[in-house]
């Protein structure tokens, strides 16, 4: 059984729109995390929660917000979508507190497209 | 500015032979190396790690490489097999970076010859 659900596998969207990506680990991990991949550029770290409090941010756009309403819930929230917006998103978690060298276990991750 | 090169964009090997796949990094700072494994469709999967402390790590087929000095790292994959068929990301990160941010390479898209 997939120890971290990502929801869901597929979107569409239009542009301008908003959505959420809905995450959640079964690992008993203190730390999550997202990551986007997109045909353009290497998988990107965007954001890291421990113990549910921001830990760090990449991600230099306020359209992206993390939602932490439980400690192994890690949603994305996106608003106001563009096509460059178009990627792989994945959730990942860590036992510790998002110590470095703590290895990152993914999820199977959401495929957004955005028209 | 990409912090971290892997090399080559592809490769294709035959069953049992080794392969060599190249990471190389621009920041100092960084001291702790994973490699992830990703099949299509799946996320990605630690395989093998290392600290800079360190010039070699083995864990059965998969070796890495460690050159500190050129910041250049390796990661071998002995005897080849069709379950290898993946692509390889080569990551780093270090106090220097924050957190457990890991930076990654565009990866390396390994095959086999069938």
């Known amino acids: 059984d997939p120890k971290i659900i990502q929801k869901p596998k597929y979107l569409v969207a239009v542009t301008g729109s908003e959505k959420i990506l809905i995450c959640e680990q079964y690992?008993?991990?203190?730390?999550m995390y997202w990551y986007r991949q997109s045909a353009k550029k290497p998988l990107e770290f965007m954001f890291s929660?421990?113990?549910?409090?921001?830990?760090d941010n990449q991600t230099a756009s306020s359209r992206f917000q993390p939602q932490s309403s439980k400690k192994n819930h890690l949603d994305l929230q996106i608003t106001a979508l563009k096509p460059d917006d178009s990627a792989t998103y994945f959730c990942?978690?860590?036992?510790?507190?998002?110590?470095?060298?703590?290895?990152?276990?993914f999820g199977s991750g959401t495929r957004l497209t955005v028209l | 500015q990409q912090q971290v090169r892997q090399s080559p964009q592809s490769l294709t090997v035959w069953e049992g032979e080794t392969a060599i796949l190249n990471c190389s990094y621009e920041?100092?700072?960084?001291?702790?190396f994973p490699w992830y494994q990703q099949f299509p469709g799946e996320g990605p999967a630690l395989l093998i790690s290392?600290?800079?402390?360190?010039d070699k790590k083995e864990d059965g087929r998969f070796t890495i490489f460690f050159n500190k000095r050129e910041k250049k790292l390796s990661l071998h994959i002995a005897d080849s097999q069709p379950g290898d068929s993946a692509t390889y990301f080569c990551?780093?990160?270090?106090?220097?970076?924050?957190?457990?941010?890991?930076?990654f390479g565009k990866g390396t898209k390994f095959s086999l010859i069938p």
């Open positions: 990942a978690s860590s036992q510790g507190g998002g110590r470095v060298a703590e290895t990152l276990y």
């Open positions: 690992l008993g991990h203190n730390a």
């Open positions: 929660y421990s113990y549910q409090k921001l830990m």
């Open positions: 920041n100092s700072a960084f001291d702790y």
């Open positions: 290392i600290l800079s402390v360190s």
């Open positions: 990551a780093a990160s270090g106090p220097g970076t924050g957190s457990n941010r890991l930076t």
